[in-house]
């Protein structure tokens, strides 16, 4: 069975400094997808980015960066000189893709993580 | 770009009514998944399909069925609701003929509220 873990409930910091945020999964398959997604207080479920387990280098977009460790089976998010806009609930998310002929498996959410952007 | 539609946003239910939750995918897309969120829980799948067939179950209770539709809209229906129901009620769209996820998005959310 596919687990993901976000240990980390909620992280509060001050605007400007930089955040990275757990992700730990635990999967049987050789081949899945992991994902974050950001969810502000209007609840809305935000993509951020979609990786696949053959492609192991490290994503940057503005001040976002993903780490993806196939070793540690961890996919860290770290947002760079945060700001108060970065406030919300983060979902790390996995997918195994056991199907065959179409069809993709429902995504694996961990619990969240709460960001608290202080200014 | 064009999103993905739920319909209606809000939507308030007694105890034992049914309900529909409508979903319309980005075009072009092939799979629809839908999710129930708990207050204060992470999103649960609860059922997928692709090509208008069933692809995956979740945690979807009996009282509840899918469909998706030629046009690949799909719906959910509800029923003997119950108080443990309110929820967030998300679709997501994504592309898949071998691509596992390609463009997953999830829609805005219908929230029910069973009173």
């Known amino acids: 069975a596919q687990k993901v873990t976000q240990a980390q409930t909620e992280i509060s910091v001050v605007e400007k400094e930089d955040v990275t945020l757990d992700c730990v999964y635990e999967?049987?398959?050789?081949?899945?997808?992991l994902f974050w997604y950001k969810q502000p207080p209007s609840g809305e479920l935000v993509f951020l980015i979609r990786?696949?387990?053959?492609?192991?280098q490290n994503e940057i977009s503005g001040r976002y960066s993903w780490n993806f460790q196939k070793s540690t089976s961890s996919f860290n998010f770290t947002i760079t000189a945060s700001q108060v806009v970065d406030s919300a609930v983060y979902f790390c998310a996995l997918s195994e893709a056991t199907y065959s002929g179409g069809g993709a498996d429902g995504l694996t959410f961990g619990k969240g993580t709460h960001l608290i952007i202080q200014p | 770009a064009a999103g993905v539609i739920q319909s209606p946003r809000h939507l308030i239910k007694e105890k034992r009514e049914t309900a529909t939750l409508k979903c319309y995918p980005i075009p072009r897309h092939d799979t629809v998944y839908w999710y129930q969120q708990g207050p204060g829980q992470d999103p649960q799948f609860l059922i997928s399909f692709y090509e208008k067939m069933q692809s995956d179950k979740g945690s979807i209770p009996d009282r509840f069925s899918a469909q998706q539709f030629s046009d690949y809209h799909s719906e959910l229906n509800m029923s003997s609701l119950e108080l443990g129901d309110s929820a967030l009620y998300f679709c997501a769209s994504s592309l898949e003929h071998g691509q596992v996820g390609y463009g997953y998005t999830f829609g805005s959310g219908t929230r029910l509220t069973v009173v």
């Open positions: 999967t049987r398959d050789t081949t899945y997808y």
């Open positions: 990786r696949n387990s053959f492609d192991e």
